[in-house]
């Protein structure tokens, strides 16, 4: 690993800091350095607050250093108003001679417009270091700028014999596959997407919150497909935990449109089993985490069948936790 990639390195890992908070913007990570040491690091603000650089620029107790400093961020400086001035300016400002980017920016407002500012200005500007880690840690973004869609994340509990729900039962609520910790996990995948997702069949069967009680953090948006209007509004997602975006949409494409002119950059799909297995068919999602639980049900309604690139498998007690790409 040479310099420049010790240092983008060390913003990928500070910006995760911003997970959950920062969207629709992406979390961004700097680290300010001279003589191979850090002077000052920083990553993106809450919604509507300092993107990475200005954080990290503010945390230089000298700034008369800064004339002589490298800013190393892992996503090209904007170089528009938007709800902050623009980074790319404030760099220039300060006289900061040298950036590295780890990769370019693909947002049309910005688009190569930054490093263009900042090399007209007389900047010594090096991109693409550590550019498939970047692209990687900026995945919504991307695929929020790129595919004109959320990122999408398939997310059910199964039984060990391939069951996701029984076929009937006496009470509207949940009935648990996986154990406490894997739930506890989940609601912290929850506090770091914008939104989270379910078919009416879900609300009606389970009367879910969908909001994530068992970790600190942001409830995301909660979003139900009722295209025939079918609830009303004593179901809990109409609670005042957080927001509800009913769709009435019912093929994958019309529903990502409707969720990308909201703005929504990333969301959970929890069910039930016809609207993940909706998203499969369509071919129209990014990653699936799947927890296995320690129970079988002899029958019920079956789990999603779906193909994808195994990156990771962990066992969280008796659950056993598989998460998949898309291929």
Request: one cysteine or more.
């Amino acid at each position: 690993m040479n310099i420049h990639e010790k240092y983008i390195n060390r913003c990928i890992e500070i910006a995760k800091n911003g997970l959950g908070s920062t969207r629709p913007n992406p979390m961004v990570g700097c680290v300010i350095v001279l003589n191979d040491c850090i002077i000052g690091e920083g990553f993106t603000s809450a919604y509507g607050g300092n993107h990475a650089e200005v954080n990290a620029i503010a945390s230089v107790k000298d700034q008369s250093l800064l004339n002589g400093a490298t800013l190393y961020v892992t996503l090209e400086p904007c170089s528009h108003f938007g709800k902050t001035p623009p980074c790319s300016d404030l760099i220039i400002k300060h006289q900061i001679p040298n950036v590295v980017i780890g990769i370019k920016d693909i947002n049309n407002k910005v688009a190569g417009k930054g490093i263009e500012k900042l090399i007209k200005s007389g900047c010594q500007v090096t991109v693409g270091v550590l550019e498939d880690q970047c692209k990687e840690h900026h995945k919504r973004f991307f695929t929020f700028h790129n595919k004109k869609r959320p990122y999408i994340i398939l997310k059910w509990a199964q039984t060990q014999d391939g069951f996701i729900a029984p076929l009937t039962k006496d009470k509207k609520e949940p009935v648990w596959i996986s154990n406490v910790y894997s739930r506890q996990l989940t609601h912290k995948w929850r506090t770091e997407e914008q939104a989270i997702m379910v078919g009416v069949n879900t609300i009606l069967q389970d009367n879910p919150s969908l909001t994530a009680r068992d970790w600190k953090g942001q409830n995301p948006l909660r979003v139900v497909l009722d295209k025939n209007e079918m609830l009303s509004k004593d179901y809990n997602v109409f609670n005042n935990k957080a927001g509800t975006l009913l769709i009435k949409e019912s093929d994958a494409e019309a529903i990502c449109k409707k969720l990308y002119q909201n703005n929504i950059i990333s969301v959970i799909v929890e069910g039930g089993a016809k609207t993940l297995q909706l998203f499969i068919n369509s071919n129209i999602w990014d990653e699936a985490r799947i927890f296995t639980g320690n129970v079988e049900f002899g029958e019920g309604i079956k789990a999603p069948l779906f193909s994808g690139k195994l990156i990771s498998e962990k066992h969280i007690e008796k659950d056993v936790l598989k998460i998949y790409f898309n291929n």
